[in-house]
């Protein structure tokens, strides 16, 4: 693909990460121009390469994290790799690590020891629970993040067994708060001159989304239970069985739970005492569910999608993936974007969010292979040919 300059072009990543909370960072950054150089470790590189499905047997979990990157195998065991790792710093903006707390620091290659060879370097330490406290030796995952952040005690449906999320919202998360973090560390080091250090963790990331049940319990001691589809603070505002399916309906307001009446013909409800504000609604969304679902049960779900948007009632269908990207507003929008990989041929990635006008986030190159750009970015970084050779016959460099 053409070069298109990115907003972030001109900064310098080296990403120590693997998995996905980082990975998902640095594919951002990558996709806003970033140039990023994913550092890998011998024999295998980032562990998602042997997570599924493959593709050619390349990881198509993998070639769409890591779109926009270079790779680079250095092995931090070997002095000479911990000298090369250095000698990149010297030439780079921002480090993106997940390692467990304090190995990097037992490396050599902790904030205090690189800000030494660079002092405006922007290092974001990514960890399970945060670099202090009593679990910051522990290592983390989205699934114990989601358990110990209450999400899990509130997801699923009133009597069940706890749910995780259906994606892995705590490493995602983790994800965007490291990348607004870093954004933000470089705008202060542009307009300041000054380095940074950034800590992110899963446990407080996935804690982040508690904002009403957090808020909630502060003021009132009350325990949140899990609801479904339905929201804790308004109704009615939850998936609907229609004829051939389910329906999400939201009518946070009042104003909206008037034409909603108002469009399926329930003038009744509308003007019943036990609905007839939201927070009446709440306090009997049983009733409301059960009145609700008497009337949509009665047509098919595209039906009543054509009659709530005339009358203004935002809804949607539920789909499943398939669904989803046969939706002509995801087609518009460009959210599948197509590579060519070395191995894999033409694959599909999921395209980007933030669509800038000037200086678009684009998908410029495909994953890389492992250690396909070890030689390149050495050369780029005053290493002889003959150097990159010696290193690579002592295991330092792969």
């Known amino acids: ?87 990149l710093v010297e030439n780079s903006d921002v480090i993106l690590e997940n390692y467990r707390t304090g190995t990097m620091e037992k490396l050599g290659l902790g904030y205090e020891d690189l800000k030494k060879i660079n002092n405006k370097i922007i ?4 960890s399970g629970f945060g670099r202090t406290g009593p679990y910051s030796k522990r290592a983390g995952f989205d699934l114990v993040a989601q358990g110990m952040s209450g999400l899990m005690s509130i997801t699923g449906h009133p009597g069940g067994a706890p749910a995780k999320v259906g994606v892995p919202v705590a490493d995602l998360n983790t994800g965007m708060f490291a990348l607004s ?12 001159g000054e380095g940074q250090y950034i800590e992110v963790s899963l446990l407080e990331s996935a804690l982040a989304y ?30 609907l069985r229609t004829k051939d399916g389910y329906l999400n309906v939201a009518a946070p307001n009042q104003s909206n739970w ?31 569910e059960v009145e609700l679902e008497k ?11 054509k009659i709530l948007d005339t009358a203004g009632v935002p809804c949607g269908p539920i789909y499943d993936i398939k669904e989803v990207w046969n939706d002509e507003q995801i087609k518009f929008r460009d959210m599948k974007i197509e590579l060519n990989h070395p191995k894999t041929g033409k694959h599909n990635n999921i395209g980007v969010v933030a669509k800038f006008l000037e200086k678009p986030s684009s998908l410029r190159t495909p994953s890389p292979l492992l250690g396909e750009h070890t030689e390149k970015i050495l050369l780029e970084n005053g290493y002889s040919k003959k150097e990159i050779s010696d290193y690579k016959k002592n295991g330092a460099i792969s």
């Open 258 to 288: 008037e034409r909603l009446c108002d469009a399926i013909d329930r003038k009744d409800i509308k003007e019943k005492d036990i609905f007839i504000d939201n927070v009446s609604r709440v306090k009997n969304r049983s009733e409301l």
């Open 295 to 305: 009337t949509f049960s009665k047509k098919t779900r595209e039906e009543w999608i």
């Open 123 to 126: 290092y974001c330490s990514i």
């Open 1 to 87: 693909m053409k070069y298109q300059e990115g907003i972030l072009d001109g900064l310098k990543i080296l990403d120590c990460s693997q998995i996905l909370a980082g990975p998902f960072c640095s594919m951002i950054l990558g996709d806003m121009g970033a140039k990023v150089i994913k550092i890998e470790k011998p024999n295998g590189g980032d562990d998602i390469r042997t997570w599924g499905p493959f593709i050619n047997g390349e990881s198509v979990g993998f070639m769409n994290l890591n779109r926009n990157k270079e790779s680079i195998v250095i092995d931090f065991k070997n002095p000479e790799g911990i000298k090369i790792m250095k000698k």
């Open 181 to 192: 973090a870093i954004q933000a560390a470089y705008i202060n080091l542009l307009k300041n």
């Open 210 to 239: 508690t904002v009403w049940e957090s808020t909630g319990f502060f003021e009132n001691g009350e325990i949140p239970e899990p609801l479904g589809s339905s929201h804790r603070v308004s109704a009615p505002y939850q998936a």
